[in-house]
């Protein structure tokens, strides 16, 4: 205990600015970590889909090849939105400062930040930064 306690007085205790901005980083890293995952669970989703859909092709010529193309649109359509998300995340957590946290961590509410552009979460970011 008396360690712990001289500890305390040499190590600095972060402030309430710098904890918040490593809880939003921490915050966009593990959506950034979530996004990605869901991704590669939907590939391989579609990969063995597509191996089911291969073995009905064999069986039924007409349903099979317009089956595999509407779910590799499917496909196509759900990277797309996620790669926006992981995007705008990266860009968030890119012009992450301890002045904009609170910001950041706004918009990361409820997706909030999905409702903007990168040059509008640009602007936004520096009307913080400069206030």
């Known amino acids: 205990m ?3 306690r001289k500890l305390s007085k040499t190590v600095p205790l972060p402030t309430m600015e710098y ?3 490593e809880s939003v980083y921490a915050i966009i890293d593990s959506r950034i970590q979530f996004l990605e995952y869901q991704n590669d669970k939907l590939f391989r989703s579609y990969l ?3 191996e089911e859909d291969a ?3 064999h069986l039924n010529l007409n349903s099979g090849p317009r089956s595999l193309l509407n ?3 499917d496909l196509l359509g759900q990277i797309a939105k996620s ?4 995007k705008l995340l990266l ?3 890119t012009h992450l400062l301890t002045e904009n946290a609170r910001l950041v961590l706004d918009l990361l509410t409820s997706d909030k930040y999905l409702n903007y552009s990168e040059d509008t979460l640009n602007q936004m970011l520096a ?3 400069a206030a």
């Open 71 to 73: 779910n590799f649109e």
């Open 83 to 86: 790669s926006r998300s992981v």
């Open 48 to 50: 063995k889909k597509g």
């Open 91 to 93: 860009f968030l957590r």
């Open 55 to 57: 073995d009905v092709l």
């Open 19 to 21: 904890s918040l901005l």
């Open 127 to 129: 009307l913080e930064e």
């Open 2 to 4: 008396k360690h712990a």
